[in-house]
């Protein structure tokens, strides 16, 4: 048997063409863009690949960009200043502080700094909280994202056994709360699970977002499973290659002989993420302009 691929970047073009005409609907009606604030500081390279493109697809969906790059020895009252200034400025609907910061930076703080209404990573205290206690609110996007694959692929989830394997708070801990709120009976796995194998091999649903490449082999996985691949990590080069190949943190090969469906790494739950940053950001702008957006239209 060979697993069906889940087309995470075929979905995301679909929501992105989605975004783009509620981002043109939200302009006419509010007067104004939709806005999306990202700060990077430093020159992580990975990190400036990203802010790249989320700028890029941000204007590709008719949404303002602002861009602000500062550098690595920047303090944290410049850059907690600079924090405030996006929470108070009317035309930032989003704000997202790329992470991580350099070492010297008070991650926790700067991020609690962020105006829930504009919490477009669903990082903040408050939308955390909201996320735990089932109210709505912002969510981050890697889950969220992991989560509409899932549903597009398997309908409803209720009663399926889901095992999350990793317990970050960008992406274990909120998937798991999704997961539990479309009725799934979740199991949090991560680095000290005793039988880690024999945990997901009771999965219907399994998510790995570990960061250890291709660390999940194919008789960990139930027949028939469905497989989401968070992982995104390079192999070292090969000889003569400049760069490794990008795998995740599941043995694609031998997990596909087993899976139901399986994301593939790259082309899977990568391309989600910023789709559903944008969605976020014009979801907080709907909100922040009191203009009006149906339960679910996003
Ligand atoms: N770095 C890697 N992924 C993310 C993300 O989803 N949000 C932020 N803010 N930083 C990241």
Not at 68 to 77: F, S, W, Y
Not at 98 to 109: K, M, N, R
Not at 157 to 179: D, E, F, H, T, W
Not at 241 to 250: E, F, I, N, S, T
């Amino acid at each position: 048997m060979s697993a069906a691929v889940i087309d995470g970047k075929a979905f995301a073009a679909t929501l992105r063409a989605r975004i783009a005409d509620f981002a043109a609907t939200f302009e006419q009606s509010a007067g104004r863009k939709a806005g999306l604030a990202v700060v990077l500081v430093g020159e992580d390279p990975a990190s400036q690949v990203y802010v790249a493109s989320k700028a890029k697809q941000t204007v590709e969906c008719g949404m303002a960009s602002f861009e602000h790059r500062l550098p690595a020895e920047t303090g944290q009252a410049e850059l907690i200043a600079l924090v405030d200034q996006l929470n108070a400025d009317p035309a930032v609907d989003g704000i997202l502080v790329q992470l991580p910061l350099p070492a010297h930076l008070d991650e926790q703080a700067v991020v609690e700094r962020i105006s829930p209404d504009k919490d477009v990573d669903g990082l903040t205290p408050i939308s955390t909280g909201r996320l735990a206690l089932g109210l709505p609110g912002l969510v981050p996007c890697t889950p969220l994202g992991s989560l509409m694959l899932l549903k597009d692929q398997l309908g409803s989830l209720s009663g399926l056994n889901a095992v999350v394997i990793g317990r970050s708070i960008l992406v274990g801990k909120p998937m798991a709360q999704l997961l539990l709120a479309e009725s799934c009976t979740v199991t949090i796995a991560h680095s000290r699970t005793k039988d880690l194998a024999d945990v997901v091999r009771r999965a219907d649903i399994v998510v790995a977002a570990v960061g250890r490449p291709e660390m999940v082999k194919g008789d960990w996985i139930k027949p028939g499973a469905t497989v989401i691949d968070v992982g995104i990590n390079r192999l070292p080069p090969a000889e003569g290659a400049a760069k490794g190949r990008l795998v995740g943190d599941v043995d694609y090969a031998e997990a596909a002989q087993v899976a139901g469906a399986i994301t593939p790494v790259p082309g899977g739950v990568g391309p989600m993420t910023i789709a559903v940053l944008l969605r976020n950001a014009l979801v907080a702008a709907h909100r922040n302009a009191g203009v009006a957006l149906a339960e679910g239209a996003l």
